[in-house]
């Protein structure tokens, strides 16, 4: 199984980006998935939630994002997208894909990020940095 991220880059305050997550060697639709935010220059590794969608496709969002971001996917090409729009410096850090036929939901994850490792498939992440 392969998770691969893409989509990062800088861009200024109000500004867009799309982030994409391909996943190979699975049948997608069994699949749970979500993105989190890991901040850079954090005292740990800690990684927020930010979106999640379930096999039946119902989404999840972090309260941060809510009404900003719009989490998707495409199952006839085996892809998860991350819209963000109106992006706010809070927004910048590596944004990690993770996918899961382990958990039930994926959507508690985005709430209370604990104990990520339960979620079989994580990608490498995409770096976004938001600034002027």
């Known amino acids: 199984v392969q998770v691969v991220e893409s989509g990062g880059g800088s861009v200024q305050p109000g500004g867009s980006l799309r982030l994409s997550c391909a996943v190979s060697?699975?049948?997608?639709?069994?699949?749970?998935m979500a993105w989190f935010r890991e901040v850079r220059d954090a005292p740990e590794k800690w990684r927020e939630g930010?979106?999640?969608?379930?096999?039946?496709?119902?989404?999840t969002y972090d309260d941060s994002v809510e009404g900003r971001f719009v989490i998707s996917r495409d199952t006839t090409k085996n892809i998860m997208y991350l819209q963000m729009n109106n992006l706010t410096p809070e927004a910048s850090g590596t944004y990690y894909c993770?996918?899961?036929?382990?958990?039930?939901?994926?959507?508690?994850?985005?709430?209370?990020?604990?104990?990520?490792?339960?979620?079989?498939?994580w990608g490498q992440g995409t770096q976004v940095t938001v600034s002027s």
């Open positions: 993770a996918a899961s036929t382990f958990v039930l939901r994926c959507s508690p994850f985005i709430h209370a990020p604990r104990e990520l490792d339960v979620l079989d498939y």
């Open positions: 060697g699975v049948n997608f639709e069994e699949y749970c």
């Open positions: 930010v979106a999640s969608i379930e096999r039946d496709g119902t989404t």
